[in-house]
Structure formats: C-alpha cells, structure tokens
C-alpha cells in the first residue's frame, strides 16, 4: 500500500518547545486513521505540518507525491487545494451563499470546473440532495458538517485532515457523521486523517496513532474504545 503522506525525521519547534519531535511515519493511501493524545501532545502540529499548512523547522513532508515542506506560503497553498481537502469542528461554511455553492466554492477559487458526477454522487452518499438550495444557517449541525465532508472531497483531493469533526455535534449526528468518513474511506477509497479526543470517534479508524510530547507512541490497530481511553488515561497520569 503506497502512503499519500509521509513525514521523514520532522521537528516543529517554537522557540524552546518541540512541539514535534524527529517524527517520521506514513499515512497510507486509502485508509482511515485516528491521531489521538494528551493536549499539548503535539496532534494540531502535526495535522499543520502534513497538511501543508505549517512548514517543519526540520525534516521532508510529502503529499501525494509533492515535498511541501520548504516551499513558500504560495505554492503550497496550491499543493493544498491540488491535494488536501480539510474538514473543521466548525464546518466553516460561507453563510450568505447556499449549500450547492458553498461545496464548490473551493474549486471555482482554484478555477476548476466541478465534476458535477462525482458531486452528485457525494451529495447522494451524505443524503443532501433535497438541501442544496438551502443557506447553511437551515441546516442542522450535522447535516452542514455533511456538506463540508462533500466539499473537502470535492477536487478528490489525496487526503482529507479532519480537526475534530464530530466535536460540537450530538451523539448521534457525530455517529452518521463518522459512518460517512468510513464508508467515503471504504466504499469511494478516500484517505482521511482525524485528530480527536474521543476514543469512540477513533474507534471509527482502521488505526489510532497515538501521540505524547511531540512523538508518536503507539499505533494501535482498530482499537475499541475503552482500550484507547486506557491508554489516554495513562498518557494523560504519566503527563500531568
Ligand atoms: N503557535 C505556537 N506557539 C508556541 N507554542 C505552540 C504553538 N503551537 C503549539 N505550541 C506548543 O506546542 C505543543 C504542542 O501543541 P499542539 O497544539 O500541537 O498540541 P495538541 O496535542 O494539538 O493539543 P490540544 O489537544 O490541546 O489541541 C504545546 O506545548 C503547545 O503549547
């Protein structure tokens, strides 16, 4: 299984903290994977960094093929809305354009016709369809984070980084809203990457890594919940 991103020996320091530390790993193609650990452990950086959005104090990042660490704020915007889609605890969406608009919007910024076939075919899996002539302020929390996972895929992007995305959604919207990731992970062969804090979000992932101090410490496969929150819980008493 070849990796879509991969991280060789990167650091991202802030002046006396590592924030991470001589982290080298890779994310394969085609699968769902957790980033989960204490807070402070080094999880936001390392979405930044292998999302292109950060560049490493040292170290190769490489998206889809592309090494982005070392390249200005320019071109790796444009590795990003070439490659990465994101997925934010706050749906980000514009609220004075519809829903339709709003999931293409990234791509016409880009000057990308949409592919209305795949766009269909999204809207269609996170059952939108009725929806899309709405303002988001209409739709519930669940239903417009849906409309964001439709617009990070939407250019087919090689990777999508979700930041909590189930984070303000009620146990059940956070349900279907993770079922989707897996079945567009499964199903459409998307490859997502999730940073969390909850171990039954996780416990979606094919896998969790776990991360404490800016390293990676465990890469668990499909664990169950209570095991994660085992293992968190000792992480979080060793840190503390
Ligand atoms: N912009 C910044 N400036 C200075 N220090 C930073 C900055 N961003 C992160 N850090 C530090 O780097 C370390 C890792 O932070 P990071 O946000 O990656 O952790 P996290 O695991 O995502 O935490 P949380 O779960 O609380 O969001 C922390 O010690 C944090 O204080």
């Not at 880009?110 to 899996?125: C, I, K, M, N, Q």
């Not at 189930?166 to 956070?174: H, K, N």
């Not at 992932?205 to 499909?222: F, K, Q, Y």
Request: glycine share 10%.
């Amino acid at each position: 299984m070849s990796d879509v991103v991969t991280l060789e020996r990167v650091t991202r320091s802030y002046g006396s903290v590592t924030a991470l530390d001589d982290v080298s790993l890779g994310f394969p193609r085609g699968r769902f994977v957790a980033v989960m650990g204490p807070s402070g452990s080094g999880k936001s950086t390392l979405l930044q960094c292998a999302a292109a959005l950060d560049t490493p104090t040292s170290g190769t990042v490489r998206i889809g093929g592309v090494t982005v660490s070392g390249l200005n704020e320019t071109r790796r915007t444009e590795v990003r809305r070439k490659h990465v889609g994101f997925v934010f605890q706050s749906y980000n969406l514009l609220p004075s354009i519809t829903v339709e608009e709003n999931l293409t919007l990234p791509l016409r910024l880009a000057g990308v016709r949409p592919d209305r076939a795949w766009l269909s075919e999204l809207v269609e899996r996170v059952g939108l369809g009725g929806r899309l002539r709405r303002r988001p302020a209409e739709l519930s929390g669940g239903q417009q984070q849906r409309a964001a996972l439709v617009r990070a895929l939407a250019a087919r992007p090689d990777v999508v980084f979700a930041d909590e995305p189930t984070g303000a959604l009620d146990l059940r919207s956070a349900a279907e809203v993770l079922g989707l990731l897996r079945e567009l992970v499964d199903e459409l062969g998307q490859t997502v990457i999730m940073v969390t804090h909850d171990p039954a979000a996780a416990a979606r992932a094919h896998e969790t890594l776990v991360m404490a101090d800016g390293r990676v410490v465990d890469l668990l496969s499909a664990p169950a919940p209570e095991e994660l929150a085992v293992r968190l819980t000792r992480l979080n008493g060793v840190l503390t």
